[in-house]
C-alpha cells in the first residue's frame, strides 16, 4: 500500500494523506479519519507513521547525546544501552541523535521535524542551551544530569559531588595524605560538563575538610591518556599514594602507570572512584568504587519521559541517586612508598 492508493480510497488529494500522516500541516478531524478508516480496512501494519496518524504519537523517544570523537566510554555505552532496553518495556523506540549544540543539524531535526515525542538528554553541562531550547519549545525532554538551575527541568542524575567527597574520605581514613583527583578531558571541563565540575568541586572540598595535600589533573578518554596522566601526578609529587578519578576510560592506563613506575596497588598506592560497576571490576585489582547505576539512570529517565508524556501537568520530577562505595581490593592503609620511606 502507498500514498497514492490511501488517497484514491479515502477520495482526497496525495498531499492531503501526507500531511495527515507526517503531522506538517493541519488536517481536518474528519479528513484523519477518513485516511485511518482507509488504512484499518486495507490491514496496513502500523508503522511510526500510523501510530502517529491514530494518537498523535510517534511512540519513539529521543536520545541525545554528544559526538563520540574518537569514541564513546563504556559508561556512555551503558547510559545508551540501559534507555533502549528500557523504553522497549513501554513499547517505544529510541531514535539516536548525536548533538552537542542547540544548533546541531541533527537536534534541529529532532526537535523541528516532531520526529519523536519526547527526548533524554545525557552529559548535561551546567550551562546547557539543548535544555533551555527544549524547554522554550515546550518539547518534553529529561535530562540525565543537572543544569546549574534544575528545579524546572525533569532530571535523573548521579550525586557526584557526594560520591567523591566520599571517596576522599575513605583514602583519608586509611591515612593518606597526599591524594590526586583524574578528572575528564579538559575540554569537557572547559565546556561546562556537569559530572566533571560537581566531581571536582567534591574532591576539592573534602580533601581541604580532612587537610590533605591534593593536585587535580583532566585525563583524555582512553587508556594512554590514563598512563601519562600517572606520570605526571608521579612527576609533580612522587609521594603522592592516591587518586580519586571520574574517568573509567582512563583506569587502564591509570594501572599501567603505576606498575611501570613500580607502585604495587593497594599496597603502595590506593585508587578509587566513581565508575560502573562492570567496569570497576575488569581492572586487577578490582577497582573500590561507587558504582555507576547505569540500568537505573536510564529506567528512570525513561520512565520520567513516559510520565510526562501520560500526563503533562505533573510537576517536574527529579532523581539524585547516590550509591554506595563498593569495597573491593584497589584500596588499602598507606604505607611506604618505595624509595621514600614513610608518607608523611
Known sequence: M??????????????????????????????RRKIQQVIDELGYQPNASARALANGRTNTIGLVFPPAGNHYTGMQLDFIGSVVEAAAAYDYDVLLSPSGADSDRSFQRLL???????AILMEIRLR???????????????????????????????????????????????????????????????????????????FTKAAAE?????????????????QACLERILHDEPATTAL????????????????????????DFSVTGVVAGRWAETVTPQLTAADVPAEQLGRLAVESLVERLDHPD???????????????????????????GPTP
Do not use: M
Open 2 to 31: 502507498n500514498i497514492g492508493e490511501i488517497a484514491k480510497r479515502a477520495g482526497v488529494s496525495r498531499s492531503t494523506v501526507s500531511y495527515a500522516l507526517s503531522g506538517k500541516r493541519s488536517v481536518s478531524e474528519e479528513t
Open 112 to 118: 523541528g521535524e516532531r520526529r519523536v515525542d519526547g
Open 128 to 202: 546547557d542551551d539543548r535544555v533551555d531550547h527544549l524547554k522554550a519549545a515546550g518539547f518534553p525532554a529529561v535530562c540525565i544530569g543537572r543544569t546549574e538551575q534544575p528545579d524546572g527541568n525533569w532530571w535523573v542524575g548521579l550525586d557526584h559531588t557526594a560520591l567523591v567527597e566520599r571517596c576522599v574520605h575513605h583514602l583519608a581514613d586509611l591515612g593518606h595524605r597526599r591524594v590526586a583527583f583524574v578528572n575528564r578531558p579538559e575540554q569537557l571541563l572547559r565546556a561546562g560538563y556537569e559530572s566533571a565540575h560537581r566531581g571536582l568541586d567534591g
Open 244 to 267: 580519586v578519578t571520574l574517568n573509567e576510560a582512563a583506569l587502564g592506563g591509570l594501572y599501567r602507570g603505576l606498575a611501570q613506575a613500580g607502585r604495587h596497588v593497594p599496597r
Open 210 to 226: 580532612r587537610g590533605l595535600t591534593f593536585r587535580t589533573y583532566c585525563c583524555g578518554d582512553d587508556a594512554s591518556s590514563g
Open 314 to 340: 505533573t510537576p517536574p520530577r527529579h532523581h539524585l541517586l547516590t550509591p554506595p562505595i563498593s569495597l573491593r581490593a584497589s584500596t588499602a592503609p598507606a604505607g611506604a612508598v618505595p624509595g621514600r
